[in-house]
């Protein structure tokens, strides 16, 4: 079982990333996939969601309308396109499944937006 991610990186304000993460060893159509995100000092914290079937998807506050999350099913991946990226979006963003009760984190990726 294991969530591994890729495509973080470093980018100016208003630039873009595509942050991606491969799953293996479970049922990925049936899991609700999402990614959080920790700032330093911080707890981790949700950004977004998407269902199993990816009919619908939930954002917080902070990124509606600029981030997107989708996924490919045929391929278990999902993705987290961050548009309009603003430095208070620094983080280490987390791939997250929730299976049955539970849960399966990625190792991170590091998003660095410069001020």
């Known amino acids: 079982v294991q969530l591994v991610e890729s495509g973080g990186g470093l980018v100016e304000p208003g630039g873009s990333l595509r942050l991606s993460c491969e799953a293996s060893?479970?049922?990925?159509?049936?899991?609700?996939m999402g990614w959080y995100r920790q700032f330093p000092g911080k707890e981790r914290e949700f950004v977004a969601v998407?269902?199993?079937?990816?009919?619908?998807?939930y954002y917080i506050d902070p990124v509606k309308g600029r981030f997107t999350i989708s996924r490919d099913n045929a391929r278990n991946t999902v993705n987290l396109q961050m548009d309009s990226l603003k430095p208070e979006d620094t983080a280490v963003y987390y791939c997250?499944?929730?299976?049955?009760?539970?849960?399966?984190w990625g190792q991170g990726t590091q998003v660095t937006v410069l001020s």
């Open positions: 997250h499944a929730m299976v049955g009760v539970t849960e399966i």
């Open positions: 060893g479970f049922s990925f159509g049936s899991a609700d």
């Open positions: 998407i269902s199993g079937i990816g009919s619908e998807a």
